[in-house]
């Protein structure tokens, strides 16, 4: 009977697909960036509940480091956020175990449009960000490999 509940909840999308929970650092020489510079490296802690991805990250790159923090909403609702400066508003839903996220991003007065699809692989220690970004220099394809710490966040 529990195996029927739970089967029912997932095919109509009560539950989430994947824990993304965890602290991640990105993989450079898995990742690939596309026409974008690469960071030196990045970190970030995700935390998962039933309706909300709270992430914080460490990025640094050329100019230095620099932190962030955004909530997703996963029950669909739009989230507005500040990430790294810029206003970024998004909406996610699953497709499967993998999580979707639409998300509307001003840089310098222009409009980035990105798709990001998450994906957990090898037992959940390797997460795939797979992301299209929409710019007015045109269409940027990037893959972000992160592996997952030990240690819980």
């Given at each position: 009977m529990w195996t029927r509940l739970v089967l029912c909840a997932f095919v109509l999308g009560l539950l989430p697909a994947a824990d993304f929970s965890g602290t991640?650092?990105?993989v450079l020489e898995k990742s690939d960036f596309g026409r974008a510079n690469p960071p030196k490296s990045m970190t970030m802690t995700v935390r998962?509940?039933?309706?909300?991805?709270?992430?914080?990250s460490t990025l640094v790159d050329a100019r230095g480091e620099s932190q962030s923090q955004y909530t997703l909403d996963l029950t669909g609702?739009?989230?507005?956020?500040?990430?790294?400066?810029?206003?970024?508003?998004?909406?996610?839903?699953?497709?499967?175990?993998?999580l979707h996220i639409k998300a509307k991003t001003?840089?310098?007065?222009?409009?980035?449009?990105?798709?990001?699809?998450?994906?957990?692989?090898s037992g959940g220690r390797?997460?795939?960000?797979?992301?299209?970004a929409v710019t007015p220099n045109g269409e940027i394809e990037q893959r972000y490999v992160y592996e997952k710490s030990l240690a819980k966040p």
């Open positions: 991640w650092a990105l998962q509940s039933p309706s909300q991805l709270a992430v914080s609702k739009e989230t507005e956020n500040t990430v790294r400066g810029n206003r970024s508003v998004s909406v996610t839903s699953w497709r499967g175990p993998a001003t840089v310098q007065g222009m409009e980035i449009k990105t798709v990001d699809e998450w994906q957990l692989d390797i997460l795939t960000i797979f992301r299209t």
